[in-house]
Antibody
Framework: QVQLQQSGPGLVKPSQTLSLTCAIS??????????WNWIRQSPSRGLEWLGR?????????DYAVSVKSRITINPDTSKNQFSLQLNSVTPEDTAVYYC??????????????????WGKGTTVTVSS | SSELTQDPAVSVALGQTVRITCQGD??????ASWYQQKPGQAPVLVIY???NRPSGIPDRFSGSSSGNTASLTITGAQAEDEADYYC???????????FGGGTKLTVL
């Protein structure tokens, strides 16, 4: 059974860096079929995908346009985990942050992807 | 703004059937996945692919797709189905992930 365990501070000061970690059990961050995502949720925005990291013979990252200039997602193969760093945070970055595994497949002419395993979420408040 | 559009709220009488829809151009190439989220909890995958249910999801949940619209149908809605429902897919480029704005389902 795959599980994701999130860790990191719940309070970050404005202009500083938000850092969260997601530890994986039951799967590998180096999986050739999964991608490892960060998603956040605030009352004003619903679910907002932030980015992902995945391994397909080499490492790739994709980031949402809204945070692309401030975000880094890194895999850590030695600890089988991945991390989120979001720089220069403001109160607008206050949200519940989730990590999630993303799998994909093809059915006929359609591709499909789904996030089947989620962390429990970390509430992060940006405030001085 | 989201590239996937959902109605903000839908209601259904207990035991009746309800359809929640998700519209977006990328749905012509990608099946949507659907998530149920109850207050204070992480989202839970309920439908993925053409019409696949993860283990433990009741068979009253089903999915379908036509053109640029994906649908989640609950046949015989139960009180415990009251929740927010989100669709998810890729954007038009296929590289980025997008979520719909969510639909709040009320079971009357």
């Amino acid at each position: 059974q795959v599980q994701l365990q999130q860790s990191g501070p719940g309070l970050v000061k404005p202009s500083q860096t938000l850092s969260l970690t997601c530890a994986i059990s039951g799967d590998s961050v180096s999986s050739n079929s999964a991608a490892w995502n960060w998603i956040r949720q605030s009352p004003s925005r619903g679910l907002e995908w932030l980015g992902r990291t995945y391994y397909r013979s080499k490492w790739y990252n994709d980031y949402a346009v809204s945070v692309k200039s401030r975000i880094t997602i890194n895999p850590d193969t030695s600890k089988n985990q991945f991390s989120l760093q979001l720089n220069s945070v403001t109160p607008e970055d206050t949200a519940v942050y989730y990590c999630a595994r993303d799998e994909g497949a093809v059915a006929g002419l359609y591709y499909y992807y789904y996030m089947d395993v989620w962390g429990k979420g970390t509430t992060v408040t940006v405030s001085s | 703004s989201s590239e996937l559009t959902q109605d903000p709220a839908v209601s259904v009488a207990l035991g009746q059937t309800v359809r929640i829809t998700c519209q977006g151009d990328s749905l012509r190439s990608y099946y949507a996945s659907w998530y149920q989220q109850k207050p204070g909890q992480a989202p839970v995958l309920v439908i993925y692919g053409k019409n696949n249910r993860p283990s433990g999801i009741p068979d009253r949940f089903s999915g379908s797709s036509s053109g640029n619209t994906a649908s989640l149908t609950i046949t015989g809605a139960q009180a415990e189905d009251e929740a927010d429902y989100y669709c998810n897919s890729r954007d038009s480029s296929g590289n980025l992930v997008v979520f719909g704005g969510g639909t709040k389902l009320t079971v009357l």
